[in-house]
């Protein structure tokens, strides 16, 4: 890229650095999600992960907090449905409006998913030094407010809805 600064001191290894860090942290709970039910993917997990923390959503919901389109929400909770996970009805309050719930199984999964990552946590802080644990922990948080501020904004409502039919 010609006209751009240099890279100041220290930048790639921390952008090699956290990029482990964030392909670690994948893997680990891609693990965990299959070693609760073998057939369950990281994003599936996310899905399910939304429904337990929010209630029953439309497809169009999920797929907005999700922020991946509604074809491809579809097709994971055909799966998940297939599997016991999650129950799709219609709305009681507007029979137009389909409405995704986990099954106890899904709820349990999530519980079990949840024990599991605190168990792997606590693994890893058990390891750290006191000083290494504050300073880790201060870290952190340093970096999740930073990310916050240079993150776009969240998808706008609707996103993963049509507006229209397919051509």
């Known amino acids: 890229m010609s006209g751009s600064a ?4 220290g930048f790639g290894e921390f952008r090699t650095a956290s990029g482990e860090l964030f ?6 709970r891609a693990a965990l999600a299959r070693s609760c039910d073998p057939s369950l993917t990281l994003a599936q997990l996310h899905l399910v992960e939304e429904l337990d923390s929010s ?6 919901e999920l797929a907005a907090r999700a922020a991946v389109s509604s074809p491809t929400v ?17 709305s009681p309050h507007d029979q137009r409006r389909v409405e995704v719930t986990l099954t106890d199984r899904g ?6 998913q949840q024990h599991r990552l605190s168990a792997r946590q606590r693994q890893t802080f058990d390891r750290l030094s006191p000083t ?14 930073l990310l916050g501020r240079l993150d776009p ?15």
């Open 55 to 60: 209630g029953a959503l439309s497809v169009g």
């Open 23 to 28: 392909a670690r942290m994948r893997q680990v």
């Open 153 to 167: 904004p969240p998808p706008p409502p609707g996103y993963g809805r049509r507006s229209s039919p397919p051509p």
């Open 107 to 112: 709820r349990s999964i999530v519980r079990e």
């Open 6 to 9: 240099p890279e100041p001191a």
């Open 74 to 90: 579809t097709g994971m909770l055909t799966t998940l449905e297939r599997n016991g996970i999650v129950d799709r009805r219609r």
């Open 132 to 145: 290494e644990r504050r300073e880790t922990v201060d870290t952190m948080r340093r970096l999740t407010e």
